[in-house]
């Protein structure tokens, strides 16, 4: 089966290196992929938001499944193009990808069907966002609606620091916004994995991500520094709790209206006292949590997503190793703010690519026979193991193997589980 996988990530070089795997792939091709993806599959040169474009060259190259790895083309609608024109695709709808486009959509899904989140309110002009606040006082978090890549969040420790993110908001920040305003919820944050055929579930994993930049959760927060899985406060307990309460309501809710979700949905839980909350949906592979994912499920990750994609999810399981998977981030410095582009990545071709140590490539490219870097996070460097401390040694090796000053990471992943 010829397969085409939209992105060019550390995400979409882990489910090319999964997906490879599988017998049943036979050629692989990644739109517009990195240094790293061009090791296991054909890299494409492609603007993945465009609808007219993805469908041409499926078109044109006999694409039979196509796996879509960023938010930005199921936001644009690249997979009802291409499902309108027959295609099989993983990756919700426009419509239900409102899960993670729209905040105040989630809620609404939320309210109806009676998942436990944050109590919330909505409103399109800054002066009741500040009145608001003010009478139900700090913490309190603040939420520019719509998609703002993960920085349209600031958790307000003050109701100084509130109305200033309320200003901000409305002073255009982030173009025409409105706010959507949500009580401060404590605990831990985990993250679950399920896929949706539209009518049936599947959990897949679970995992914690380290959004912070520095060591100890310092610093500003960034599209995520670490990750590993399992996530042992999502114990089976939990993730029973969390799939009938939130996960299977909200599937049940988007089908009752029309909008299926078909694709992997993110579940960000608060947890506290035994009890999840949802923080947010996303519509895809959490970026780096994927790369831990992908390490553990390996070539059986074709056989779930096809699965998924032809609504069999009904009939399908897990194949589950006891095993752990941790991913460290390297990032160039600076990052998440202003970082140099274009230095070269030594040592990575000593590193040793099994299924229990892989150097994924998050924003690299090739240049005169060297790896660049080309993107803020750069690479993922990621162990497996009998146990998480394993994994994490395996993970670390490589990062300590490369030759990179120009690159930094946490050097604390996993604090929380070790
Ligand atoms: P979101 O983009 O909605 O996931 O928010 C980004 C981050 O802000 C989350 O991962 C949480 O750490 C934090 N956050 C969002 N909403 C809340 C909430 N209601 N209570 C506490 N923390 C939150
Ligand atoms: N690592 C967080 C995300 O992918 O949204």
């Known amino acids: 089966m010829n397969i085409l996988i939209l992105g060019g990530g550390g995400r979409e070089h882990a489910l090319a290196w999964a997906i490879r795997q599988n017998p049943k792939c036979d050629r692989l091709i990644v739109a517009p992929g990195n240094a790293g993806v061009a090791n296991v599959a054909e890299c494409a040169d492609l603007n993945i938001?465009?609808?007219?474009?993805?469908?041409?060259?499926?078109?044109?190259?006999?694409?039979?499944?196509?796996?879509?790895?960023?938010?930005?083309?199921?936001?644009?609608?690249?997979?009802?193009?291409?499902?309108?024109a027959g295609f099989l695709v993983f990756g919700p709808s426009q419509a239900a990808a409102q899960l993670e486009a729209s905040k105040a959509f989630t809620k609404e899904i939320c309210d109806a069907c009676g998942a436990p989140t944050a109590a919330w309110a909505r409103f399109t002009d800054a002066a009741s966002a500040r009145d608001h606040v003010a009478a139900q006082g700090a913490p309190i978090v603040v939420k520019a609606d719509g998609l703002a890549a993960g920085k349209g969040v600031?958790?307000?420790?003050?109701?100084?620091?509130?109305?200033?993110?309320?200003?901000?908001?409305?002073?255009?920040?982030?173009?025409?916004?409105?706010?959507?305003?949500?009580?401060?919820?404590?605990?831990?944050?985990?993250?679950?994995?399920?896929?949706?055929?539209?009518?049936?579930?599947?959990?897949?994993?679970?995992?914690?991500?380290?959004?912070r930049v520095g060591d100890g959760d310092t610093g500003p927060n960034t599209g995520g520094m670490g990750a590993y899985s399992p996530a042992p406060i999502l114990t089976e307990?939990?993730?029973?709790?969390?799939?009938?309460?939130?996960?299977?309501?909200?599937?049940?809710?988007?089908?009752?209206?029309?909008?299926?979700?078909q694709g992997v949905l993110y579940a960000g839980l608060m947890i506290d006292k035994g009890q999840a909350r949802l923080v947010e949906y996303n519509v895809r592979f959490g970026d780096p949590e994927c790369q831990a994912l992908m390490m553990r499920l390996g070539a059986q990750t074709l056989d779930l997503l096809l699965a998924c994609a032809e609504g069999r999810l009904a009939g399908a399981a897990v194949n589950w190793a006891d095993d752990h998977a941790l991913t460290v981030v390297m990032a160039a410095q600076g990052y998440p703010g202003a970082h140099e582009k274009g230095s070269v990545i030594n040592g990575l071709d000593g590193l040793s690519e099994t299924s229990f140590a892989m150097t994924f490539h998050a924003g690299t490219a090739s240049k005169d026979g060297q790896v660049i870097a080309t993107g803020g996070r750069v690479l993922a460097c990621t162990g497996r193991g009998a146990t998480l401390a394993e994994a994490h040694e395996r993970a670390?090796?490589?990062?300590?193997?490369?030759?990179?000053?120009?690159?930094?990471?946490?050097?604390?992943i996993g604090w929380r589980a070790l």
């Open 49 to 84: 938001l465009s609808r007219a474009e993805v469908l041409e060259f499926a078109e044109g190259n006999a694409i039979d499944f196509v796996v879509i790895g960023p938010e930005a083309p199921l936001a644009a609608g690249v997979s009802d193009a291409l499902r309108d």
């Open 154 to 211: 600031t958790v307000a420790e003050t109701v100084d620091q509130a109305h200033d993110a309320i200003d901000a908001i409305f002073d255009g920040e982030f173009g025409e916004m409105s706010v959507v305003i949500e009580e401060f919820m404590a605990g831990e944050e985990a993250s679950f994995f399920v896929l949706c055929d539209g009518a049936d579930c599947l959990p897949i994993g679970t995992a914690q991500d380290h959004k």
């Open 237 to 261: 307990a939990l993730q029973e709790q969390v799939m009938a309460r939130i996960v299977r309501p909200t599937v049940a809710e988007m089908a009752a209206r029309g909008m299926p979700f």
């Open 396 to 412: 670390y090796a490589q990062v300590d193997a490369l030759d990179w000053p120009e690159g930094f990471c946490r050097r604390d």
